[in-house]
Nanobody, 127 residues
Framework: QLQLVESGGGLAQPGGSLRLSCTASGETLDFHAIGWFRRAPGKEIEGVSCLGSSGRTTKYSDSVKGRFTISRDDAKTTVYLQMNNLQPEDTAVYYC????????????????????WGQGTQVTVSS
């Protein structure tokens, strides 16, 4: 059974960078699209990015386009979210979730429609 674990969150200054990791166990990610989502305090969950099961197709929300980059390692076990030029509005708990094959559900974030969710990792952007 697929399980996902996020890591790499922490505190960054405005303009700084962090790289989040979403590591799979139980299965490789050959047959899963991986979406990144975030939830800021008091706000609804937002789809941030998604990577298709091929590892080539990428999607980004308008709020992060040009600043964030999603990618996957050669072993097909970890998906990364490189976050550059971080801003205070990026402060949130970041989650990764797995779909089957394509990013067909993203940016919707209904938990039951995804095969697996990670526990989340906190990103705080503050001076």
């Amino acid at each position: 059974q697929l399980q996902l674990v996020e890591s790499g969150g922490g505190l960054a200054q405005p303009g700084g960078s962090l790289r989040l990791s979403c590591t799979a166990s139980g299965e490789t990610l050959d047959f899963h699209a991986i979406g990144w989502f975030r939830r800021a305090p008091g706000k609804e969950i937002e789809g941030v990015s998604c990577l298709g099961s091929s590892g080539r197709t990428t999607k980004y929300s308008d709020s992060v386009k040009g600043r964030f980059t999603i990618s996957r390692d050669d072993a097909k076990t970890t998906v990364y979210l490189q976050m550059n030029n971080l801003q205070p509005e990026d402060t949130a708990v970041y989650y990764c979730a797995a779909e089957e094959i394509r990013c067909s559900k993203w940016p919707a974030a209904r938990r039951a429609e995804y095969d697996a969710w990670g526990q989340g990792t906190q990103v705080t952007v503050s001076s």
